[in-house]
């Protein structure tokens, strides 16, 4: 592999970036941020994954979502008028079904999606305003993983915070604690938080999606390399690197790595950082957890809501949690 060294003038380095990159590399075993996936190009393929036939999360939660929208909007408001803010708002993909309930009942409704990614925001911005007479998008740019405020709300207006998608699962337990308890000071109470998760399931089931036949998800995946190369200056070969998806039963969790495929050394000038490979190695860039009956709810009690409807599908493979912050 021919290495050429830039000079560190060619990157506008971002300091998170560079602090997480450096730390996750250097430790042993080596693993990247799962928020690195979500450049352009990354939430592009993410929007690709939600489609692919191994990939039930997306479908089963849209059908929970799409026959209990209305149920969900009026719970959630009461008497008041709703705002809904929703975090890792991506492509709002779902979400169009909850601000057609709410359009319906109030006629507006401001929508406040929360994310990492300016390109996905912009595009869904022009989307819903474009598809959905009534709703006023209010986006921001930004990590909700830390310091998240909200703006009060109106007199007479409540907030049904979204966190959907299953998002929580990529999170430690002790982090997605953290994370819902950061989002309860965020609220006032009566304001309201719909929680997605993923249940456990067999495994037959869990790893092919994470690992399509297609290859989307191992784009997806060998993507955040992609992204070092660029905003690095790294000289990463991604095709160097296979995708692997795992279950790990111990940890209720699916784990995606990505393994070298040979003895390699990779430069990251950006941040002063050579890296040895040996084959087979791997970084550890997401885990997703899945969830047991009643272990959101215990989650959320225990961060200062109060539980009160969780629904279902049929097969039990997907719940939606509706808490109220007390």
Request: glycine share 6%; aromatic share 8%; with cysteine.
């Amino acid at each position: 592999m021919t290495t050429i060294s830039l000079p560190l003038s060619r990157y506008q380095v971002d300091s998170q970036i560079a602090a997480a990159v450096s730390e996750g590399l250097l430790s042993r075993p080596k693993w990247l941020p799962s928020w690195l996936f979500y450049d352009a190009a990354g939430s592009r393929l993410f929007d690709q994954i939600t489609e692919l036939p191994e990939y039930y999360v997306t479908r089963t939660e849209r059908a929970i979502l799409a026959a209990r929208a209305e149920e969900i909007v009026e719970r959630a408001a009461g008497e008041q008028a709703l705002r809904i803010v929703e975090l890792g708002a991506g492509s709002c993909d779902k979400t169009r079904l909850l601000l057609r309930a709410a359009v319906d009942r109030q006629d507006t409704v401001v929508y406040e999606p929360v994310d990492v990614s300016a390109s996905a925001l912009a595009e869904a911005q022009e989307r819903l305003e474009s598809e959905i007479s009534g709703v006023l998008v209010s986006p921001r740019v930004l990590d909700y993983t830390r310091d998240f405020t909200l703006e009060p709300p109106y007199p007479g207006e409540r907030r049904l915070l979204l966190y959907i998608g299953s998002s929580i699962g990529n999170f430690e337990p002790g982090e997605a604690h953290r994370l819902l308890e950061n989002v309860r000071t965020a609220l006032i109470p009566g304001d309201a938080m719909l929680l997605g998760v993923d249940m456990v399931k067999d495994q037959s089931v869990l790893v092919p999606a994470y690992d399509d036949a297609a290859g989307v998800t191992a784009a997806f995946n060998r993507n955040v390399l992609v992204r070092l190369n660029r905003e690095l200056g790294a000289d990463f070969d991604p095709e160097a690197f296979a995708h692997r998806a795992v279950w790990n039963a111990a940890k209720s969790r699916i784990e995606m790595h990505l393994e070298s495929k040979e003895e390699q050394a990779v430069r990251l000038p950006a941040v002063d950082l050579r890296l040895d490979f040996a084959q087979g190695e791997t970084i550890h860039t997401e885990n997703s957890y899945k969830y047991r009956p009643g272990q959101a709810e215990s989650m959320l009690r225990s961060s200062g809501f109060a539980q009160e409807e969780t629904w279902t599908d049929e097969k039990g493979w997907f719940s939606v949690c509706l808490a109220r912050a007390v």
